[in-house]
């Protein structure tokens, strides 16, 4: 069964903190992950692609390590707008995608 | 944003009916999909299509029907609604060769009566 478990949360932190996610997965054929984000009552987007090597993105850094199976979501200096659940998402390969989401890791950042 | 709407975006309906669900895309991408998230569950696959009348089943298929016979126009069925496929409906898009890269329209809720 392939399965993508995340902590639900929520993570409650103040704002200028620094706070991370991981998300774990079942498979070791995983081919790609990604982070999404999606607001209450929105529709998801992407957040941003996981690499290997691990990946930064201004105040966001992803790191995946095959060994263990898991990916990390790092988000330094926490805004107001950054509260939002973030969704671990893993492609299990096939040229039609078959992607795995996560239920989604809830972030509250508080002023 | 990308151009990826649906329609309705709301709808109540009482079990045994049918309902459709409509996505359109103006960004002529080949693939579309159809999920449904509920409390509890991550997004869940229904159906996804590779290409004009190409379909194919996901995860959570049962009960649902698709069809595409345009590029830019993906329908989903509900041919017999129930009470369990009250959820919110996402459609998603994206490009060849972008696997994960979904960009999602703004979702349809359903409340079957």
């Known amino acids: 069964r392939k399965e993508v478990e995340q902590d639900p949360g929520p993570f409650n932190v103040p704002e200028g903190a620094t706070v991370a996610f991981n998300c774990t997965y079942s498979?070791?054929?995983?081919?790609?992950f990604f982070w999404y984000r999606q607001d209450c009552r929105k529709e998801p987007k992407l957040l941003m692609s996981?690499?290997?090597s691990g990946n930064e993105d201004g105040r966001f850094t992803a790191q995946l390590n095959r060994a263990s199976q898991y990916i990390s979501l790092l988000i330094r200096d926490s805004k107001l707008s950054d509260s939002a659940t973030y969704l671990c998402?893993?492609?299990?390969?096939?040229?039609?995608?078959?992607?795995?989401f996560g239920k989604g890791t809830k972030l509250s950042v508080k002023p | 944003d990308a151009g990826i709407t649906q329609s309705p975006r709301h709808k109540v309906t009482e079990t045994g009916t049918p309902v459709t669900l409509r996505c359109h895309q103006t960004?002529?991408?080949?693939?579309m999909y159809w999920y449904r998230q509920d409390p509890g569950h991550g997004l869940r696959l229904i159906h996804y299509?590779?290409?004009?009348?190409?379909?194919d089943k996901g995860e959570v298929s049962d009960g649902y029907s698709v069809s595409r016979s345009k590029t830019e126009d993906f329908l989903l069925t509900l041919e017999s609604a129930t009470s369990s496929q009250t959820s919110v409906y996402f459609c998603?898009?994206?490009?060849?060769?972008?696997?994960?890269?979904?960009?999602f329209g703004e979702g349809s809720r359903l409340t079957v009566l």
């Open positions: 299509s590779y290409g004009v009348k190409d379909t």
């Open positions: 996981v690499y290997s």
């Open positions: 998603a898009i994206r490009e060849a060769g972008r696997t994960g890269e979904l960009f």
């Open positions: 998402v893993v492609n299990y390969g096939g040229s039609q995608g078959n992607l795995i």
């Open positions: 960004e002529n991408h080949r693939y």
């Open positions: 498979n070791s054929a995983s081919q790609s």
